[in-house]
């Protein structure tokens, strides 16, 4: 039965790939003015069903209405013209124009004087309380102020539907706060939120509303105030994890085995100041720091990504041998994987298969040889990762755009692990990941630990960095401030490190 003052609403919406349903008989309901989070595994249809929303993909079956009319939206400017805009977590503006360039882009007069659009796009920037430059080029833009202005091109299109997908995976806790605050403001001008997540706090902060699916049908949707994380997590994967997850507290470390990396007095710019710090076999050492304390640049420099300071950079020690890369490559062929925080911008190639990226990175650690590309080894060595990872597709030959982001996720890990490296770099492994893939990415970190690798873990979630690690590094303005046995460690002390 729909809502009286439904401004969106699908009705056994059904959308099939290759006749596989990606979302089946989903019935959804977005009321005028609500925040509704939409949950779920990746996987589970939640970028599938907001898509159809879009106009970006049609239905197979089913009904959308618009304000109780039903529509058939063909492309993403029907869906605009109709007041529906979707945000992606990827942005879709144009790095090379001005923000007012962007901001106006397709609603350009024949004439157009710049002057008048800069100070068009100032009033309207200034009238949502958004403090961006409109003269500023996009590219210089932080994540934060490139969500401002696509926020801000939703609401001069006139939106009356805000689709955010993963919107806050990226951003610093002070700049979530801020997008909040855009929320709740977009909330009291009448317009209506849809947002999906994998950061369940958030929703249970911020929605007024939760949706959850699995699976690509509808599970529950209630008032946030019914549920709890639990709940939550009971509805997205039909099992309790919340406990294997993050709830239980470690009783027992590996044991240091040989060093396998030991950084001496590294210096890189600004960022990294005369850091050391060590790594050992069959252990996971955790790196915990706040935004800007040096942690992925001090591994970057270790994986050949970026470079240390020529004079006085410090030293870098590979089983006990001192190396310097330049380039990833030779890092590559010593043993090193890093597993890029940016899985979109660094991890793979989209419009290839999940078998010739996962072959490409075994060719990475070819040493000088001749390089032929062997389809039926691609294929081989693709088929036997995808089911290592357990990475979940609706066919093997699928692009890896195509495929929900913990999969994503679980392939940029296979194309590390399948070079067979020493020493595994895992930066924020599970960012913008759902608790169902977490947990199956907690698995696969242990058992290289288990298995004798030398692993880090860089991430700025404290309860993941407490589930997993053996010994817990606390980075603060640049180098390695405090050491921790995971038995001696708490949140608290930790925090304090990397605060005070």
């Known amino acids: 039965m729909s809502a009286a003052n439904a401004v969106l609403e699908l009705r056994q919406a059904t959308k099939r790939y290759a006749g596989v349903p990606a979302i089946e008989e989903v019935d959804f309901t ?32 089913g009904t959308m209405l618009i304000e109780g009319e039903p529509v058939q939206l063909r492309t993403p400017l029907e869906a605009r013209q109709r007041g529906i ?22 609603q350009e007069h024949f004439f157009n004087r710049l002057r008048g659009i800069y100070i068009a796009a100032q009033q309207f920037l200034q009238s949502l309380n958004f403090d961006v430059n409109p003269t500023a080029t996009v590219a210089m833009l932080g994540a934060a102020q490139k969500q401002m202005v696509e926020i801000a091109r939703a609401v001069l299109q006139k939106a009356r539907v805000i689709i955010f997908d993963e919107p806050t995976a990226s951003l610093t806790p002070e700049e979530k706060k801020y997008f909040f605050d855009l929320v709740y403001a977009l909330k009291k001008r009448g317009v209506s939120v849809i947002f999906i997540s994998h950061a369940l706090e958030e929703a249970l902060l911020v929605a007024d509303r939760i949706t959850v699916l699995r699976d690509g049908r509808h599970v529950v949707t209630d008032k946030k105030e019914t549920f709890d994380r639990a709940r939550i997590i009971q509805a997205m994967v039909g099992r309790d994890l919340s406990q294997t997850l993050y709830g239980r507290r470690k009783t027992t470390v590996r044991p240091q085995g040989p060093c396998v990396l030991s950084v001496q007095n590294l210096r890189m710019a600004a960022m990294v100041k005369n850091n050391s710090l060590s790594v050992f076999a069959g252990q996971i050492t955790g790196v915990f720091g706040l935004v800007g304390a040096g942690r992925t640049e001090t591994f970057k420099v270790v994986a050949g990504l970026i470079k240390r300071d020529f004079f006085h950079g410090g030293e870098i020690l590979l089983h006990g041998k001192p190396v310097r890369y330049r380039v990833p490559a030779p890092a590559v062929r010593d043993g090193i994987a890093y ?32 390089i032929f590309n062997s389809a039926s080894k691609a294929r081989e060595v693709g088929e036997r990762w995808i089911k ?4 979940r597709a609706i066919s093997k030959d699928v692009k890896v755009i195509e495929l929900s982001g913990g999969n994503q996720q679980k392939l940029v890990i296979a194309k590390s692990l399948a070079q067979d490296p020493d020493l595994i770099i895992f930066d924020e492994p599970t960012r913008g990941v759902d608790v169902g893939a977490i947990s199956e990415i907690h698995a696969e970190i242990n058992r290289l630990a288990d298995a004798g690798k030398a692993v880090v873990v860089i991430s700025s979630y404290l309860p993941e960095i407490m ?13 390695i401030v405090e050491e921790y046995s995971a038995l001696e460690a708490s949140e608290e002390r930790i925090m304090y490190a990397a605060i005070h």
């Open 30 to 61: 977005l009321e005028e003015g609500e925040i509704h989070a939409l949950l779920g595994e990746n996987g589970a249809g939640k970028s599938t069903l907001t898509k159809v929303m879009a106009g970006v993909v049609p239905l197979s079956s």
């Open 85 to 106: 805009a979707m945000v992606f977590q990827e942005t879709s503006l144009v790095p090379s124009m001005t923000v007012a360039q962007n901001l106006f882009l397709g």
């Open 339 to 370: 597993i890029t925080e940016d899985r979109k911008l660094e991890g793979f190639f989209e419009t290839m298969s999940i078998a010739q990226n996962i072959y490409l990175g075994l060719l990475a650690k070819a040493r000088g040889k001749r």
């Open 388 to 391: 290592l990872l357990n990475i």
């Open 467 to 479: 589930a997993l690690s053996d010994r817990i590094l606390v980075a603060k303005q640049g180098k």
